[in-house]
């Protein structure tokens, strides 16, 4: 970071570390949001598909059946289009590529910064966070999350002047506001999630959440059996075809 073209002054780094206190704060708020409703959310699903996974899950063969079917009488060929649905139908896993840590220096800079601050008087601390901080996957700010509020935030080393803090200070300011911006995308993207419209229904309580689940399985039962009607006619047809072939 280039140096800074103005005096630093003792304000300026109680206004950061002010910066800094709010933005633990906001972190902590949107991580208590985030882990319930990712679990609650989850759970909602396991039940839905508990109560009617089977029947999507048959209304997926029919279908498959039904397109294999009019492939057949149209000239078609579609394959194994029961393989080709259930595929189509599971979630994606991301693969990722090798992982390079663009935080490695800060990393290391906030290990040495810590060594220096504490000067012995917490070893539990600094070997968790060495061990953080040497984890290739952990960036800065999900190491600056497991760092305590105290000396290590507010204080100076002994090789530190005003202007070198408030660098410091402002590169973790940096990497907590972007932890937060990326959870607030979280969040708002579990809200748009199709598993947040079942989880609504079962903040409506056990009562509410039943009935939801009772319609939701005679819908489907409904379409399934629409399915069999069409099923039935291509299957008759296509005997048909062959009979007279």
Known sequence: M???????????????????QQLREQIRVAREIIAPLKESMALAYREYEKAIGHLRYEAGRFQAEINLLQGKIEGRDKGDTF?????????????????????????????????????????????????????????????????????IWTARNPQDSLSTQYRRLTIWKEALSKQLEELQRTTESLRKHPQFGLWQQREKGPTAWQDFLARAAEQQKEYNEILTMKLNDLREKWSGMVDNA
């Open 2 to 20: 280039a140096d800074f073209l103005f005096a630093i002054t003792q304000k300026d780094v109680d206004m950061l570390l002010i910066d800094l």
């Open 83 to 151: 393989l080709q649905w259930t595929a189509e139908n599971m979630i994606t896993v991301k693969q990722e590529g090798t992982f390079i840590n663009p935080d490695a220096i800060e990393k290391d800079m906030l290990l040495e910064h810590t060594f220096r601050v504490l000067h012995g008087k917490d070893d539990e601390l600094l070997s968790s966070l060495t061990g953080i901080c040497n984890d290739t996957t952990v960036r800065l700010a999900d190491a600056l999350e497991r760092v305590p509020w105290g000396v």
